[in-house]
């Protein structure tokens, strides 16, 4: 699983007013083009779901092409993390827009009623865990329904979760020449955080300076 993030020089992956600001460059947007044609799937967790709507398909037509000379749908699945599903939109981008396999991964005690409109969608729905999702359980379904090569794109809180479940093998990091601060506005990681005994060591692969003045960082998360 590889964990993808553009982030400001201060760290953060949007604003205080968490409307999915633009962060990346031009670049860096083809970039996450070419990430996403190489993996089967790209997650996201509820809130930068709800809050973005997210396309989470490859945009540019000659990487979608590539992907279909390769055999490929034109497009990676998409996955989101939900808790209450209910919430997601019928007309949400996230549902309609591409042509995409699509995955929701929520607890196991939501009831039929919220899925069914879903479902009827031709939403594949995954259930692991009660009351939050259990993601080690919900990556062992996506790999069973042949999801194995995952991009994540947040936001901090599934980030967090995932990176300390020990099921994020590399971390990119684009960090753009901004500075945004907040106390507010989410990083990398949120969720609730580790002590500094328990911190998550990753090991630094290669850095990549950029014209657009933004650096692309790559990590090895170390097994924990």
């Known amino acids: 699983m590889t ?31 070419l990430l996403r044609a190489g993996v089967d799937a790209v997650m996201v967790g509820g809130r930068t779901l709800l809050g973005e709507d997210p396309r989470l398909i490859v945009r ?9 000379a390769r055999g490929l749908p034109p497009n990676p699945a998409k996955v989101g993390v939900l808790s209450r599903p209910a919430e997601l939109r019928l007309d949400s981008r996230f549902l309609n827009v591409g042509s995409a396999r699509i995955f ?12 069914a409109p879903l479902r009827a969608r ?11 999702v259990d993601l080690a359980v919900a990556m062992g379904r996506l790999a069973e329904c042949g ?9 901090g809180s599934l980030n967090f979760e995932l990176l300390r479940l020990g099921l994020v093998d590399e971390v ?23 002590p500094r005994e328990l911190a998550i060591a990753v090991q630094r692969l290669d850095v990549e300076p950029w014209e657009d003045g933004g650096v692309l960082l790559r990590y090895k998360v170390e097994a924990r």
């Open 147 to 155: 999801i194995e090569r995952v991009l994540v794109e947040g936001g």
């Open 104 to 115: 929701v991964c929520t607890p196991g005690d939501v009831g039929e009623d919220d899925l």
């Open 60 to 68: 540019a037509d000659d990487v979608q092409a590539q992907r279909v």
């Open 122 to 132: 031709g939403v594949e729905v995954i259930a692991a865990g009660d009351r939050r």
């Open 3 to 33: 964990l993808n993030v553009a982030a400001t020089v201060d760290g953060k992956i949007d604003t205080f007013e968490r409307l999915g600001a633009a962060i990346s460059s031009a670049a860096d947007r083809r970039r996450v083009d």
């Open 172 to 194: 990119l990091v684009f960090v753009a020449p901004l500075i945004v601060g907040g106390a507010n506005a989410p990083t990398l990681a949120d969720g609730a955080g580790l």
